[in-house]
């Protein structure tokens, strides 16, 4: 959680998947957790706690440095079953990112009852938008559309 808190990210990724037969773009949101550093060992922990409790991550070096020229590593847990699996575990210790860790939550449980195949709510979008305010990882982000 403290890894999460201070290096971390906790939001969504939200694509455009496909052209609809009508000609629109259909997005695809997928709740993701990650953590980028320059420590490889951070990222290791991140992975290794993970395989603990059983929930599947992702570890790379990802395809950018930094201005002092370092690797990045990326430890990244993505989609809705593993992203629940993870923030329970977490969210009691987050100081920082629980409201984010919290929407995030909230909307794969609205999915459940909305059903995955269906257009995102406007509530859906509503807690996608809360992940992003005021967040330096906005301008980082693809614009999406709704």
Known sequence: AGILDGEGSIGFNVRRRHQTGRGKAKSHILPWVSVGSTSLEIVQHCHKVCLRFGIQSNLTRANRRTTANNTVWQWCVAGAKRVSCLLPLVIPYLILKNARA?????FIESRKTTGTNKTYTGHEWNLVHST???SSETTRETPYVQ
């Open 102 to 106: 919290i929407a995030v939550l909230s």
């Open 132 to 134: 992003r305010k005021g």
